[in-house]
């Protein structure tokens, strides 16, 4: 049920040679966005492909700006906010796009080279990140206590995101082909105007 506590455990990483094993960070998701992750998965692998259409309303900085501004004025979920966007930001072109959405991140980095990532991918993408953060968290120098505090702030945004999921995520994405068809046609408007 979505109103429980996500059970988090911690386990052993393997020892790699000459380092000390770390301890992994589990948290999983709330059912509702497994869900999620699969239907996105679906809509983005199987034919027809499709694609989130972007930039996103609301994106991910506003989301998560969201999720703080419930929290009241406590500068530590200020911090973890801060810190989700900026780990979305650098994640999202390493690890969070499929290889059919490539293409589309390529289009983007060039129609809105001053923007980051997280102002233009919402919901859809947001989630994936929180299905590799336990692979990321490994890798930080956060201590026990840091970890202890994350995820429970982890759980409440996953709470806050299933609350509102009907309102951050899309029901239906858009055919691949008709948005690089729509694309295509902006472009070369875009050149006759600046010809």
């Not at 699969?38 to 900085?61: F, G, K, L, M, N």
Request: proline share 6%; hydrophobic share 35%; with cysteine.
């Amino acid at each position: 049920r979505c109103e429980e506590q996500p059970m988090v455990r911690e386990e052993e990483e393997e020892e790699e040679e000459g380092e000390p094993s770390r301890k992994r960070v589990k948290v999983p998701l709330p059912r509702e966005l497994k869900e999620q992750l699969v239907a996105d998965w679906e809509r983005i692998t199987v034919e027809p492909r499709q694609w989130v259409p972007v930039p996103r309303s609301p994106c991910v900085r506003e989301i998560v700006g969201e999720f703080v501004e419930s929290r009241g004025r406590d500068g530590r979920w200020r911090e973890f906010g801060d810190a989700v966007v900026a780990y979305f930001d650098k994640a999202l072109p390493k690890i969070l796009l499929y290889r059919y959405e490539r293409e589309q991140w390529d289009i983007l980095k060039r129609r809105h080279d001053d923007s980051t990532p997280s102002k233009l991918f919402g919901a859809e993408h947001l989630v994936r990140l929180f299905a590799k953060l336990p692979e990321l968290l490994v890798h930080t120098n956060l201590s026990n206590a840091e970890i202890s505090h994350t995820k429970t702030k982890l759980s409440d945004l996953f709470k806050f995101l299933v609350k509102r999921r009907d309102r951050y995520f899309l029901a239906h994405y858009e055919l691949r082909e008709k948005l690089l068809d729509d694309r295509a046609l902006d472009d070369l408007h875009n050149d006759d105007l600046s010809s």
